[in-house]
């Protein structure tokens, strides 16, 4: 076998060095230093992603119910007015999916309400 003489050499190399700073930057814990407009609008946000929420649930269970009616109807043919009934109820169910939405949705922005018009003011808005 031969011996190898591995040596170790560094050289300094300012884009790795700031790629890698960058990569690092991510993983650090962001301070809290929001600013008051960032802070309404995540506020805001969770209204919205809430009541989307209810209302897609609502929209789902009527849309199953709209697909057993029709499961009802065309397969069992001796359920045909029950499938008829359930389907109606469906799409009742679905077409209040939207009512839904707009009651969570005022219902949220009332309980957030105090909050975001306390930060508008310190936002000078």
Known sequence: MKEQNEKYSYTYNSAENNEVEKIVNKYREKTPSESAAEKIKKLDGAVEKKASGAAVVVGVIGALLLGV?????MVWHALFAVGIVVGVIGIIIVVCAYPVYKKSAAKQRGKIAAQILELSKSADM
Request: proline fraction near 0%.
């Open 69 to 73: 009616g029709m499961c009802l109807t």
